[in-house]
């Protein structure tokens, strides 16, 4: 049985796939600077006889054909592969060994899990028709993002795949389980930057001076509203400010006032239209309080939907891979992710993998020092994916 043998696999490259995780998470490369992780993918596959080819300058691609009959159909399978500026705090033997880097979102474990997941169907190409595309895809933390460079590359051609699948860790979930959602899941992410300018002077003089401290203080404020009150409340949205620099003094006020946000949706039209009423509401009380407002948006990544039927073979897959009782139902997540783009032009599934273990202490979010996971999980992810893109082969 298919099942048997790829969990039999699975469980025999166990050992492996930790140690590729352990290898990457202790060598982490921030975005598109992963040349010591893409060679080390690339040796692994040459030690294999696998062929591969390099986009991107450090994503590798990977074309597996079937055996078992002759079939046009194509899947992809995708993995990150870059690290965070995050300095780690753990007493880990495979703690990141790189200042100020880590792998704080689990893309080490999306890369060993694919490498394995490789290996696994390498073995089992007398049992699926068509082919298999593997995509190790840098950047995906930093703007414009890999899967859009690689797009603009040709990875989506030549052939075209049917459908896409990224899988990702998820600590709010346990360790044997696995959650999906139908649909728009994640976030568009646009970057807000804006310099409010006034004119300083001394704090005990205000009537002389035009105080970019308050007036950014107001446009923060009124910012919400485009949220609460402009925004359809049926459309979920985010609009958060999180750095603000007025460098003045307990007397000093400043010429000059510098604040970055973002702004997340999950409506292309609404984004657009949000972006235009941001910019309308600074410059307006900026300019009504006698100053002025410089606005530069930073267009991200857009939303991430599900396709239906891509979502439900790949969750039945799931179901009958780790039994019903093991596959949850997901709710919208405001975070973004540039597997969005892959989803804006082939049928796609994003898909999360369990790595909770309260009894571990392995609670930690993603993006914190202190994330981790439960490795089992590592006995899941390969066998997982590899079982989904034959049941998608086959569909």
């Known amino acids: 049985m298919l099942i048997s043998k790829i969990k039999k696999l699975t469980a025999d490259y166990l050992t492996e796939t930790i140690g590729y995780r352990a290898h990457i998470h202790a060598n982490p490369e921030l975005s598109f600077e992963e040349f010591e992780t893409s060679k080390f993918i690339q040796s692994q596959l040459t030690n294999w006889g696998i062929p591969f080819q390099i986009m991107g300058n450090t994503g590798v691609v990977v074309l597996l054909t079937g055996e078992k009959a002759t079939s046009e159909k194509v899947i992809a399978l995708r993995a990150d592969i870059d690290a965070l500026p995050i300095q780690e705090i753990s007493d880990k033997p495979y703690k990141s060994t790189v200042s ?57 051609k030549n052939p075209v795949p049917h459908h896409i699948l990224g899988q990702h860790v998820m600590p709010l979930i346990e360790v044997g389980k696995v959650g999906f959602r139908n649909g728009k899941y994640m976030a568009s992410t646009d970057e807000l930057y804006f310099t409010v300018k006034g004119k300083g002077g001394h704090g005990a003089m205000p009537h002389l001076n035009i105080d970019p401290v308050l007036i950014a203080a107001q446009i ?74 410089d606005i530069e948006i930073k267009n991200g990544y857009p939303f991430l939907v599900n396709e239906e039927n891509t979502t439900n073979i790949t969750r039945i897959a799931a179901e009958e891979y780790l039994g019903k009782e093991q596959v949850v139902e997901l709710d919208i997540w405001m975070a973004a992710e540039d597997f969005a783009y892959y989803s804006q032009e082939v ?23 202190n994330f981790d996971i439960d490795e089992s999980a590592l006995n899941i992810g390969p066998g997982l994916m590899a079982y989904a893109a034959i049941k998608l082969l086959e569909s």
């Not at 049992?127 to 603009?152: C, M, R, T, Y």
């Not at 309260?358 to 914190?368: D, L, P």
């Open 347 to 369: 049928p796609a599934c994003f898909y999360r993998l369990g790595t909770r273990n309260e009894s571990k202490g392995i609670t930690a979010s993603v993006h914190t020092p």
């Open 100 to 156: 100020g880097v880590m792998h704080a979102c689990g893309h080490d474990v999306h890369t060993a899990s694919l490498l394995t997941c490789i290996k696994i169907l390498n073995e089992c190409k007398a049992d699926f028709a068509g082919s298999i595309k593997f995509i190790f895809q840098p950047a995906e933390e930093k703007l414009p993002g890999g899967a859009s460079v690689l797009i603009k590359e040709g990875v989506l």
């Open 220 to 293: 923060i404020i009124a910012l919400q509203q485009v949220v609460s009150r402009v925004a359809n409340p049926k459309t979920p949205s985010v609009l958060s400010i999180g750095k603000v620099i007025a460098n003045g003094a307990t007397n000093v006020i400043p010429n000059e006032v510098k604040m970055e946000g973002t702004f997340r949706t999950l409506d292309e039209t609404w984004r657009a239209a949000a972006k235009i009423k941001i910019q309308e509401i600074a410059q307006g009380i900026a300019q009504s309080m006698g100053g002025t407002c």
